[in-house]
């Protein structure tokens, strides 16, 4: 019997037949076992909504596929080090093309990538320039010329009489190996001395050297004393070490124990080191005798250490205590604060201000900017080698409260940050010190990040000589037009002809997608997602494969639309050189230059994956079932607002003399969400956009002495070329408008697997609406700064599986709650209620599981929606109550002002214990709004609370509260969470039923979420079963208290036995960009079996329509 593969079938033939790629069966994440047919050799522009499928159907099938099959070709041991995608599910793909990727992501994070790595036009640069180049002396600026035997004679013969030297020929520098061969061939030849990275060694006790590591190797050729007869003994010598060493000499004056004795010359640990005299038969300068070894392409890389910078490491950049940043306030004197922690408060920094000014006789009490230049010199950088009185204040041992005088140099305050910074091995004090370090460009290499001798190696003659390090900094335009027209003649211009070459095509390429901007020594952590990706297209282009197919993501992103034609125009010609051009897009341009374009659809997540319509450009027009094609029909419109937003404060930085601002002034709109579409943002790409509103705002507020204050000087960047870390301080005049500034990145929002980009708060409305119980645990936090640490992690309890499909948990729930607590997680349940009915047990279940915590809470997501009820809370229930206090203390800073800036509603108090909640009436606006106010209140400690605010506090029970609220003769009430009675509440509820967001209304920490919006039965169930509720928890507090029941003793809530937790309500602070929906089998025996018939009909019809994921019953995947 024969066995038919896929590639056997119908779908194989008419793929080849059609040149077609047949898809069936696809049904990767959200496609709906779509069959499609592709054309080959085409351009094909992939459309539709975001989420609909373009990436599940391009990348994560197509190319998956592709790349599954080209590494099953390779070997097991090739295969092992490669990260392969997933087998994409999918019945046949037939007519496949080897894939290649072009995603939208940032090239590289490494600070050591720029633009000419990443191309690999550096590569052929370094090769140009170590082949074809000319050295020159970096001091007279003349060619360097061969030296030859008899001016390396004259040379020696110019040293001192008598002068002992050795003779050296380098035969090896920084290479690797263990040179066994090299010493047996000279011992051959006769030379039995040998110096190994210093060190001079005897052939009989040279040391084994590692394989690994650099070694230097030079082979003695003679040992003399200098002296006018030994003139043609030199020039034997010279001639040997040039015949060994490649036209390279050293002759290096020793001292007599060297010479005499070698056992005394095998160590350099007494800091000797010989001075050395290179000679070169190749390059050296007719004026000054400086010369190199030879050019090798490793010469010209500043990610080697043989041609990187060795002041800067080859980044070109370097961290410095800034002058700027250190002087904070230069209004001030020195005395008053001028220089953080050199004040009066700090005694010994201070007291040696107070000796450096009568030194030079300054006031210390006169602003710093008044001071004379010189004086504000040698605070900063310290006297030198003068040296200044200075008394000093024993403060311990038998000498305290004497006075010491010494007299030392000063060494100044950066230099003593730089040292502090430098030898502390605290990570705190590191921290602190950073704050007053700046990045500017490497003061030794001018930010070229290349070695002196790299730097001055040149390429044409005349006009025409430029540094690689030239080239690398000009832009891509500009360097391309220079290759077109650069001539070079005899054997280096046929050397150097195929290299031009090359290089001239790789930046034709980078020029015509829309990168003429650029400049090779450009830092690629710095391109947007746009320009990384149409760099590593420009590298394909350069790259001339064919019969391939190359998956592109919104290349046009980013891109200005004057460029766009050229991006298109470069497709195009990989589509005519054979290949197939698949582009996930949204722009017209590009899909009006498509030969076939597919859209997919209807909507996003579980209501797209299928393909709406396809063809060319007039048939997707035409189709009405497309959105994509009344839009591009002018069926559909954006329409234009009728009133535009007015005009805000400005931020103006004058004058902002960076790079390409050209020193003028730049009026920047504070409105955030119109300063990147309006007029003045509207330019072509690299116009500086993102350094203008992102670098300059960013660096400005980064700095010390701008976090205060609203009018500020401001720290405008004025350079741009190493990246925005490397923006040096300048002054200028800047007005701040804002509260706070955030930066949003085009960078992956999260790594972890329970990270999604849900929209926490909208979800949170939903669930309160559709009689969902949002509940938030906070663990006991071992100290008030973790808060902010610690992680968020959102679940829904319950899940879609049928009824019959849950598991039943024997365990406590808190048995695996609480070691996920004790490490400092904050996890929100999200419980499902059953609209059938909750039961009194089940509810004391809830309870007792910690699955609902006892107390009232608050920030139910709309709260701003309509502020007639403000009701703030913290519960606090936990026996370590100092613990509890300390938290809720460190929190109340965030949590007042997250209240104040998204809800306008301010935080009267915060108790640990007992809970507190307050309620206002709709005439209640603020803090201001309390003088003269009359609040109830149950307790009299709470009229602490309020008198500072002048209100006047009324104590009486809870039953009066509710009845001067219904007749408003109570403005405000400050009542416990548990005091009163369901009964009470719920005529609070009726009270406020016009409200349509009543949230913070809570019974027993059950939230009803907004009164209206509930169903008639669950309205039902709350009046008949809470007070059953209530009577079961006074009935059974006291038997109960072991297993851990709630208990109310009258004196407040609170939770003991074994579910001793401290809990928190605090759902706005959620980080919703670490928000992860997951269903999860219920905790809850007792109505799980209900649970399945009532998740799955609640969330399609409330959920489904805004998160795009339909629910069915069936087993949960893990």
């Known amino acids: 019997m024969t066995l038919n593969s896929p590639t056997d079938g ?197 040391p084994t050297l590692k394989k690994t590591e650099k070694h230097d190797i030079d082979v003695v050729i003679d040992r003399v004393k200098v002296r006018a007869d030994l003139q043609q003994r030199l020039a034997e010598s010279f001639e040997a070490a040039l015949r060994l060493a490649n036209g390279r000499a050293i002759a290096v004056e020793m001292e007599e124990s060297v010479i005499e004795n070698d056992s005394a010359s095998r160590s350099n640990d007494e800091g000797y080191r010989p001075k050395e005299h290179f000679f070169n038969a190749k390059f050296a300068c007719p004026v000054c005798n400086h010369s190199i070894s ?94 200044i009185k200075f008394s000093y204040v024993m403060d311990s041992g038998a000498s305290q409260g004497k006075k010491l005088t010494k007299k030392h140099p ?84 046929d050397i150097a002809a195929k290299v031009v070459r090359e290089i001239g095509l790789r930046l034709k390429f980078l020029n015509d997608v829309g990168l003429n901007y650029l400049s090779l020594d450009r830092s690629a952590e710095t391109l947007s997602g746009g320009e990384s990706q149409r760099i590593r297209l420009a590298s394909q282009i350069g790259s001339g494969l064919t019969g391939v197919m190359y998956v592109l993501d919104e290349p046009s992103i980013g891109l200005h639309q004057r460029d766009n034609d050229r991006l298109i125009e470069t497709l195009k010609h990989l589509r005519d050189i054979g290949n ?21 659809g209807l909507g996003a997540g579980v209501h797209g994956g299928r393909v709406i319509a396809q063809g060319n450009f007039d048939a997707i027009q035409s189709n009405t079932q497309s959105l994509t094609g009344q839009y591009l029909a002018q069926t559909l419109k954006i329409a234009v607002p009728g009133k535009r937003t007015p005009w805000l404060p400005t931020v103006a930085p004058k004058p902002g003399d960076e790079d390409k601002f050209k020193s003028r002034n730049a009026p920047s709109p504070a409105a955030v969400r119109r300063a990147e579409r309006e007029a003045h943002h509207r330019a072509t790409q690299g116009a500086l956009q993102t350094l203008r509103v992102v670098g300059a705002s960013d660096h400005n507020l980064s700095c010390p002495s701008h976090q205060d204050g609203h009018t500020v000087d401001a720290r405008v960047p004025t350079e741009f070329g190493c990246g925005p870390t490397a923006l040096r301080c300048k002054k200028a005049s800047l007005i701040l408008n804002f509260a706070e500034t955030r930066r949003f990145r085009m960078t992956t929002l999260g790594d972890l697997p329970r990270q999604t980009v849900a929209r926490g708060d909208q979800l949170r409305r939903i669930f309160l609406k559709s009689g969902l119980l949002a509940v938030t645990l906070l663990p006991l936090i071992a100290h008030p700064s973790d808060i902010k640490n610690a992680p968020l992690r959102l679940r829904i309890v319950g899940g879609l599986a049928g009824a019959n499909q849950f598991p039943r948990h024997e365990e406590p729930f808190w048995q695996k709650t609480l070691p996920a607590l004790s490490r400092g997680q904050i996890t929100t349940e999200i419980v499902p209620f059953d609209k059938a009915g909750i039961r009194t047990h089940e509810m004391l279940r809830l309870m007792q599981l910690g699955v609902v915590p006892f107390g009232t809470m608050l920030m139910g997501g709309i709260l701003s929606a309509d502020p007639e009820l403000a009701a703030l809370d913290l519960a606090g229930m936990n026996p370590n109550m100092a613990a509890l206090r300390r938290s809720v203390a460190a929190f109340r800073p965030h949590l007042e002002q997250t209240m104040r800036e998204r809800h306008g509603i301010e935080v009267l108090a915060i108790y640990a214990y007992p809970a507190q909640v307050t309620f206002c009436s709709r005439s209640f606006t603020g803090l201001a709004d309390l003088a003269g106010r ?78 209206t919006a509930l169903p008639p039965d669950m309205k039902s ?62 905790v809850l025996p007792a109505w799980v079996q209900r649970c399945g018939n009532t998740c799955v009909p609640v969330w399609n019809r409330l959920l489904a329509p805004v998160t795009g994921i339909r629910a069915e019953t069936q087993a949960t995947r893990p």
């Open 10 to 206: 119908t779908y194989l033939a008419r793929a080849l037949q059609q040149q077609t790629i047949s898809i069936r069966g696809a049904r990767t994440h959200n496609l709906k076992n779509i069959d499609l047919d592709i054309p080959r050799n085409q351009l094909v522009v992939i459309t539709g909504l975001s989420g609909s499928g373009k990436s599940s159907l391009a990348f994560d099938t197509l190319y998956a596929e592709g790349q599954r099959r080209y590494v099953e070709s390779l070997s097991t041991y090739a295969r092992q080090f490669l990260q392969l995608m997933d087998k994409p599910d999918v019945d046949v793909i037939e007519g496949l093309s080897p894939a290649i990727s072009i995603e939208q992501k940032t090239t590289s994070h490494n600070p050591r990538s720029t633009v000419g790595t990443v191309t690999e036009i550096h590569d052929y640069l370094r090769l140009l320039f170590a082949r074809a180049g000319t050295p020159y002396c970096p001091e007279h600026d003349l060619p360097l010329q061969s030296q030859t035997v008899s001016q390396m004679v004259d040379a020696v013969l110019a040293l001192p009489q008598d002068t002992r030297l050795m003779i050296l020929a380098p035969v090896a520098r920084e290479k690797k190996g263990e040179f066994l061969d090299v010493f047996a061939e000279m011992q051959a030849q006769g030379y039995v001395r040998f110096r190994v990275n210093g060190a001079i060694y005897a052939f009989d006790d040279l």
């Open 294 to 387: 030879e050019l090798e392409p490793r010469l010209f890389s500043f990610n080697s250490p043989v041609g990187a910078c060795p002041s800067c490491d080859g980044l070109g950049q370097q961290d410095f205590f800034d002058p700027a940043r250190v002087v904070a306030f230069p209004t001030l004197s020195l005395a008053s604060g001028a220089i953080k922690g050199w004040d009066r408060r700090n005694g010994y920094y201070f007291s040696m201000l107070e000796s450096l000014a009568k030194h030079y006789k300054f006031d210390i009490d006169k602003p710093f900017e008044s001071l004379p230049p010189e004086v504000q010199t040698a605070i900063l950088q310290g006297s030198g080698e003068e040296e």
């Open 410 to 493: 000063f060494e100044g305050i950066l230099p003593n940050m730089a040292r502090r910074y430098r030898e502390t091995d605290s990570a705190l004090v590191r921290e602190d010190l950073a704050r007053y370090r700046s990045t500017q460009p490497c003061q030794s290499c001018n930010g070229s990040r290349l070695r002196l001798e790299a730097r001055h190696v040149k390429i044409g003659e005349g006009a025409q000589a430029r540094a690689i390090f030239e080239i690398s900094r000009s832009t891509l335009r500009e360097s391309y037009a220079y290759f077109q027209t650069l001539t070079m003649h005899g054997a280096k211009g």
């Open 580 to 600: 197939s051009v698949l582009v996930v897009e949204h722009d017209e341009d590009m899909m009006r230059a498509a030969d076939h374009i597919i859209d997919m």
């Open 934 to 1011: 009359r609040v109830r209140i149950s307790n009299p400690s709470q009229a602490d609370l309020i008198r500072p605010f002048g209100a006047v506090p009324i104590q009486s029970e809870f039953s009066a509260v509710v009845s001067g609220m219904r007749s408003g003769n109570v403005d405000c009430a400050i009542t416990g969470a548990m005091s009163g009675n369901a009964i009470g509440l719920q005529e609070v509820a009726s009270h406020l039923h016009t409200s349509a967001a009543t949230w913070g209304l809570s019974v027993f920490g059950a939230n009803l979420g907004a009164w």
């Open 1021 to 1082: 169930l709350i009046k008949t079963e809470l007070p059953k509720l209530e009577a079961a928890i006074w009935a059974d507090s006291e038997r109960q208290t072991d297993e851990g029941v709630a208990c109310n003793t009258g004196r407040g809530s609170c939770l003991t036995g074994k579910t001793g937790l401290m809990k928190e309500v605090q759902t706005n602070a959620v980080d919703e960009s670490k928000l992860r929906i997951s269903f999860r089998d219920s």
